[in-house]
């Protein structure tokens, strides 16, 4: 292939794409003999040689020496031979240089798909290993398109793309507009875009907060945690490791600077900023700030707390529709649960009501199982006889004695409930029988008096269809005048 300029393209191309130069003129050769063997077969041997002096691809095809020819394609006679190598002898390889424009128009429209197709495979090779290292990197780009609500974005070197899934609510692009956003993940086998980005991810915000607060990025201090609901509320938990810096006042920043410009790049999501404490109860508690905590119940194995507030701090502490809660739990780890202190007072009053209902058990034992955590009947049911026993004055006979009464008090309760449902459900069934009847039978009265009604009135009224208004209904017109 005779063309002066392919060493001048194969290093502009490996310059603008960021691919390999060496990987570019394989992709050349095997172009050319892909073309070769389109135009003369596949059986022919063909060679192609990049020759780095002349910027040219050469290409030869090579022909086994013999006595006597019997494939053209791959033999050549020891006379033609000699002509080319005085030199030659029956056995060797001959190479001749082929011209590419003689291929024709077929075999250069194959050249040309095998050099697309390489170019973006090796596109494809040099995108991922470039970005497989930056994922969770914060990465700025162009708005270049919208595909079915996806967001495609210009980075430069390729393109990237904001699923709908990613994007935060309310948030509106145009084309040409900036974009900041967080590397998630970069496919190999992808058609489209192989950088997926997003702005929901909790990451997002701990990188941001990376970049604005120096002592997080010198890992003074450490960010433990954060949760997000996108584009409404945001938690983030951070520690000092040095006790005279302020992680929070670090993040907050002076008047507020550092946090202002998070909130400013997530379009105004607030943000709580958390100290962080090792003791889980007591982070419970930071997280669910400004309300006030009463008491926290810890229930290890489900890795659950009952959060008691008072009263008047209970929808601080659930939070518009449950967010704050429900951000508290990601952020912590824990399943909360919060209830006032009247909730709690109340449900603590029916389960200690409960106790008293089994046979056997006293106010003296209801106390002494109130304060080893068994606090309804329902719960000394499924108690462990082994734990039962711990208690003072509770021996093993009794221990099961105690949890066969619960069980007996338990369906008893059952039991009145079902019936006091059933009562309440035939009670408000008779009611709408009532109610259902009392119409009908107002008509039937209506009904009946009609033909007295009837009867009393005279042919002459009931023939006049005027109506008559300011009669007297009793009328004797026998009576006389009175006489003078």
Same mark, same amino acid.
């Given at each position: 292939?005779?063309?002066?300029?392919?060493?001048?393209?194969?290093?502009?191309?490996?310059?603008?794409?960021?691919? +390999?130069?060496?990987?570019?003129?394989?992709?050349?050769?095997?172009?050319?003999?892909?073309?070769?063997?389109?135009?003369?077969?596949?059986?022919?041997?063909?060679?192609?040689?990049?020759?780095?002096?002349?910027?040219?691809?050469?290409?030869? #095809?090579?022909?086994?020496?013999?006595?006597?020819?019997? @494939?053209?394609?791959? #033999?050549?006679?020891? #006379? %033609?031979?000699?002509?080319?190598? /005085?030199?030659?002898?029956?056995?060797?390889?001959?190479?001749?240089?082929?011209?590419? &424009?003689?291929?024709?128009?077929?075999?250069?429209?194959?050249?040309?798909?095998? $050099?697309?197709?390489?170019?973006?495979?090796?596109?494809? +090779?040099?995108?991922?290993?470039?970005?497989?290292?930056?994922?969770?990197?914060?990465?700025?780009? $162009?708005?270049?398109?919208?595909?079915?609500?996806?967001?495609?974005?210009?980075?430069?070197?390729?393109?990237?793309?904001?699923?709908?899934? %990613? #994007?935060?609510?309310?948030?509106?692009?145009?084309?040409?507009?900036? $974009?900041?956003?967080? $590397?998630?993940?970069?496919?190999?086998?992808?058609?489209?875009?192989?950088?997926?980005?997003?702005?929901?991810?909790?990451?997002?915000?701990?990188?941001?907060?990376?970049?604005?607060?120096?002592?997080?990025?010198?890992?003074?201090?450490?960010?433990?945690?954060?949760?997000?609901?996108?584009?409404?509320?945001?938690?983030?938990?951070?520690?000092?490791?040095?006790?005279?810096?302020?992680?929070?006042?670090?993040?907050?920043?002076?008047?507020?600077?550092?946090?202002?410009?998070?909130?400013?790049?997530?379009?105004?999501?607030?943000?709580?900023?958390?100290?962080? =404490?090792?003791?889980?109860?007591?982070?419970?508690?930071?997280?669910? !700030?400004?309300?006030?905590?009463?008491?926290?119940?810890?229930?290890?194995?489900?890795?659950?707390?009952?959060?008691?507030?008072?009263?008047?701090?209970?929808?601080? &502490?659930?939070?518009?529709?449950?967010?704050?809660?429900?951000?508290?739990?990601?952020?912590?780890?824990? =399943?909360?649960?919060?209830?006032?202190?009247?909730?709690?007072?109340?449900?603590?009053?029916?389960?200690?009501?409960?106790?008293?209902?089994?046979?056997?058990?006293?106010?003296?034992?209801?106390?002494?199982?109130? @304060?080893?955590?068994?606090?309804?009947?329902?719960?000394?049911?499924?108690?462990?006889?082994?734990?039962?026993?711990?208690?003072?004055?509770?021996?093993?006979?009794?221990?099961?004695?105690?949890?066969?009464?619960?069980?007996?008090?338990?369906?008893?309760?059952?039991?009145?409930? @079902?019936?006091?449902?059933? !009562?309440?459900?035939?009670?408000?069934?008779?009611?709408?029988? +009532?109610?259902?009847?009392?119409?009908?039978?107002?008509?039937?009265?209506?009904?009946?008096?009609?033909?007295?009604?009837?009867?009393?009135?005279? /042919?002459?009224?009931?023939?006049?269809?005027?109506?008559?208004?300011?009669? /007297?209904?009793?009328?004797?017109?026998?009576?006389? /005048?009175?006489?003078?």
């Amino acid at each position: 292939m005779l063309m002066a300029d392919v060493k001048r393209v194969v290093e502009q191309v490996s310059r603008d794409k960021g691919i +390999d130069r060496q990987i570019l003129i394989q992709a050349l050769e095997e172009a050319l003999r892909s073309a070769a063997r389109k135009k003369y077969g596949a059986k022919i041997d063909i060679e192609a040689n990049f020759n780095d002096q002349s910027g040219e691809i050469e290409l030869f #095809q090579f022909k086994e020496v013999v006595e006597e020819v019997t @494939e053209p394609d791959l #033999q050549i006679s020891l #006379q %033609e031979g000699r002509k080319l190598d /005085p030199e030659c002898e029956v056995g060797d390889s001959l190479g001749t240089k082929m011209d590419a &424009a003689t291929f024709g128009r077929i075999a250069a429209q194959s050249a040309k798909q095998v $050099i697309i197709q390489k170019l973006k495979d090796a596109e494809r +090779d040099a995108v991922y290993s470039n970005f497989i290292d930056r994922k969770g990197e914060i990465i700025n780009g $162009i708005v270049q398109r919208f595909d079915r609500g996806d967001i495609v974005v210009n980075l430069g070197a390729t393109e990237a793309v904001l699923p709908v899934r %990613e #994007q935060v609510p309310r948030e509106s692009y145009r084309r040409g507009d900036r $974009i900041r956003a967080l $590397i998630l993940d970069v496919l190999y086998e992808s058609r489209g875009p192989q950088v997926v980005l997003t702005r929901t991810h909790p990451d997002f915000l701990v990188m941001l907060f990376k970049t604005e607060v120096p002592e997080i990025a010198e890992g003074i201090v450490d960010i433990k945690g954060a949760a997000r609901e996108p584009g409404s509320r945001a938690k983030i938990a951070v520690a000092s490791t040095d006790s005279d810096i302020d992680p929070v006042g670090a993040c907050v920043g002076m008047k507020g600077s550092r946090v202002q410009n998070v909130v400013q790049e997530l379009r105004g999501e607030k943000i709580d900023i958390i100290p962080w =404490h090792v003791d889980a109860a007591k982070f419970v508690c930071n997280a669910l !700030a400004p309300a006030e905590i009463s008491r926290v119940i810890i229930d290890e194995e489900n890795r659950a707390m009952e959060v008691i507030v008072p009263d008047d701090f209970l929808s601080v &502490a659930i939070g518009k529709r449950g967010q704050n809660v429900r951000l508290a739990s990601k952020l912590t780890g824990w =399943h909360l649960d919060v209830n006032s202190e009247s909730q709690y007072n109340q449900t603590m009053q029916s389960g200690y009501n409960s106790l008293m209902q089994v046979e056997g058990i006293g106010p003296g034992m209801a106390d002494a199982l109130f @304060e080893k955590g068994y606090y309804s009947a329902e719960e000394l049911a499924g108690a462990d006889i082994e734990d039962l026993t711990q208690i003072r004055g509770i021996g093993e006979e009794k221990a099961k004695q105690m949890i066969l009464n619960a069980k007996v008090a338990l369906l008893a309760a059952k039991t009145r409930a @079902e019936a006091a449902a059933a !009562a309440a459900t035939a009670q408000a069934a008779a009611q709408a029988q +009532d109610q259902k009847q009392t119409p009908a039978q107002t008509q039937e009265r209506s009904d009946a008096a009609a033909p007295t009604e009837a009867a009393a009135t005279s /042919p002459a009224e009931a023939s006049d269809p005027v109506e008559k208004e300011n009669v /007297p209904e009793q009328i004797d017109t026998n009576e006389k /005048p009175p006489q003078e």
